[in-house]
């Protein structure tokens, strides 16, 4: 039997089982926050299926509730678990040839707390007791266990960040003076970046949601709660997105069959997104009142800056795949695209998400542009924006890696049917969300609020009827491409098919054009200095506006409004 030889695989590479956890563990997160997407589109169609949800789900009491639970196990559980797999994963296996190996104790507490803090806030999230969106703002009030079990959840990536970390740390310590390998040095970069982020969260969390969930403050300060949040709310996104750039730059272009064309390029990215992701967060703030606008201008001009490794990682990315495409035998301006492997899911998710990203890449630099931020603020164009984002461009770059990463951390084998329901998932994907864009981005120009029941008011937003056209369609699509997706997902997962050979498979590293060589590489690879101007760009951003805020403070009391 082929099962035989399986357990050697799993003693000698005991991180890929709990690699295994973190991606399972988030993509059922997905399944169940995706599912109320397709209600979501329809209301943004003017259609209220909500009656039918509440007879399949009994728990539902609301279409917020709903939204919650959408926006939390979306946008926060599912991209949080990938990047403490992703992240965690490549680097590893990098390393693992030099000799260093994890603290998987490290990161299996990680995988308690996760579970753990997950489980503690979906309690009051299923009970209709923390209705308060996936951004809470004071007053709106939840249940203690909402914060602290979200708490717990986040505080789960950071152990995983001191787990690579340390592999890092002991990578130094074994090859002095040498660089670090570029897997490595993104996941590197990628957590220091994420701990700096973190922080505003954590002391919004520790010293004013939990103490006052708990009843032991009266109030908080609206403000205040909301600057700290977006200190974290912003690099969130980078958080979410730094992990499918690393699939795109280190494992893409091999799926391709090319090459990345340039180390040096890819490490700069990481870099950029280092010193910049943070110190921008006012740019959510712009219609915030009690922020000076010189600073809110600040930061508008550092959030145009964190664009620019986005633009690199384009052209960088698109460079590698023309070259595949050249090595593939195609000719011309356009002939590399038709002989790229597009049979392969695993090569069509994240280059259809590549694509949705150009427009999205596009509305954010809208967004980002201070006075005309109040043409869209707070419409649908905001989520039209970021399902391009993370809803198309993140989530379909993991649905691609699983056709590769999940046999080769189980051993279990890519079926043809299952391949080609992978297939027509990610496809079905693509379409839904990209009609999607146009319906919610079109209606947010006729100022439909996002976070809002509108199929409850059919009359409120009747000159819309165009583009509700576009979102009931989309909700249909949606929903098709969940189910051929995770069809696919747990059709691979719960085969009992085995094989050493599949287990045994390498990791699609790309080789790379331009090596990592050079006074840039070693100029870049100085993580601590880099670490600390990025700490000195955030205070410079936010301390004189925060001191402000701590030395003024007016809480006001909590309110339950569901
Ligand atoms: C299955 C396909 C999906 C559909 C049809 C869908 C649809 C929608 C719609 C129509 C909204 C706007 C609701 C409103 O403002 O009232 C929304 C909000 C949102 N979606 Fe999705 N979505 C899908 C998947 C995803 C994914 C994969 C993510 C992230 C990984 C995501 C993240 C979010 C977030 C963060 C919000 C904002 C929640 C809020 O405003 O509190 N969605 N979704
Ligand atoms: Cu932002």
Redesign the pocket.
């Known amino acids: 039997m082929a099962v035989r030889g399986l357990p050697q695989v799993y003693a000698s590479h005991p991180e890929k089982k709990l690699t295994l956890y973190y991606l399972t563990l988030g993509f059922i997160a ?1 399944l169940v ?2 599912l109320f ?2 209600f ?2 329809l ?2 169609g003017n259609v209220d299926a909500y009656p039918l949800l509440k007879r399949l789900l009994p728990f539902v009491q609301s279409y917020y509730q709903g ?2 639970l ?2 939390v196990l ?2 926060i559980v ?2 949080q678990l990938m990047a403490m797999a992703i992240m965690f994963y490549l680097p590893a296996r990098e390393l693992a040839p030099l000799g260093v190996k994890p603290n998987l104790a490290l990161g299996w507490i990680a995988w308690w707390m996760a579970f753990g803090g997950l489980l503690l806030a979906a309690w009051p999230l299923l009970a209709n007791e923390a209705s308060v ?3 809470f703002y004071p007053p709106l009030q939840g249940h203690w266990a909402f914060y602290l079990g979200a708490t717990v959840f986040v505080a789960a990536s950071l152990v995983v960040g001191l787990m690579v970390l340390g592999m890092w740390l002991r990578f130094r310590k074994l090859h002095p003076g040498k660089v670090t390998p570029l897997a490595t040095y993104m996941a590197v970069t990628f957590w220091l970046m994420w701990f700096l982020a973190s922080l505003g969260l954590v002391v919004e969390a520790v010293f004013f949601l939990i103490p006052w969930s708990f009843g032991l403050i009266q109030g908080v300060d609206p403000l205040l709660a909301r600057t700290l949040f977006w200190w974290t709310g912003h690099p969130i996104v980078y958080f979410w997105l730094l992990p499918a750039y690393a699939l795109l730059y280190l494992v893409l272009p091999r799926i391709a069959g090319g090459k990345l064309i340039s180390d040096p390029l890819a490490r700069l990215v990481f870099l950029l997104f280092l010193l910049f992701s943070v110190p921008v967060g006012f740019h959510h703030q712009y219609a915030d009142p009690g922020i000076d606008p010189t600073w809110k201008f600040v930061h508008a001009v550092l959030t145009l800056f964190v664009a620019v490794p986005s633009l690199i990682t384009a052209f960088t990315i698109a460079a590698s795949l023309e070259l595949a495409g050249r090595n593939r035998g195609g000719k011309g301006l356009f002939g590399w695209i038709p002989v790229l492997p597009w049979h392969n899911p695993a090569f069509v998710a994240p280059v259809l998400g590549l694509i949705a990203f150009i427009p999205g890449g596009a509305g954010g630099i809208v967004n980002a542009s201070y006075s005309l931020n109040y043409v869209v603020h707070n419409t ?1 164009w905001v ?1 039209g924006h ?2 391009l984002q ?2 198309t461009l ?2 379909m770059t993991m649905m691609g890696a699983v056709f590769w990463l999940i046999p080769h951390l189980t051993g279990k084998p890519l079926s043809e049917p299952i391949r080609k329901a992978g297939l027509a998932g990610v496809w079905l994907w693509f379409v ?1 969300m990209m009609v ?1 864009a146009v319906g ?1 981005h079109w209606q947010g120009l006729l100022f439909v609020p ?3 029941y509108i199929a409850e008011v059919p009359d409120a937003y009747a000159h819309t009827a165009v583009p509700m056209v576009f ?1 009931v369609l ?2 249909i699509i ?1 929903l098709a ?2 189910a051929f997706f995770f069809y696919a997902l747990f059709a691979l997962l719960l085969q009992g098919r085995r094989e050493v050979a599949v287990a045994e498979s390498e990791v699609p590293f790309t080789e790379v054009l331009s090596n990592g060589q050079g006074r840039m590489v070693a100029l870049m690879d100085r993580v601590w200095f880099w670490f600390a101007l990025a700490v000195i760009l955030v205070a410079l951003a936010y301390l004189p506006t925060l001191v402000q805020l701590f030395t003024n403070m007016n809480p006001v009391p909590g309110m339950r409004v569901w």
Do not use: E
């Open positions: 997905l926050g995706s997407g397709p979501q589109a209301n943004y939204l919650t959408h926006g979306n946008a599912f991209t969106l996936y951004t649908a989520p970021f399902h993370v809803g993140v989530t839904g999607m919610l996002r976070r809002s979102n989309s909700g949606l491409a969940i």
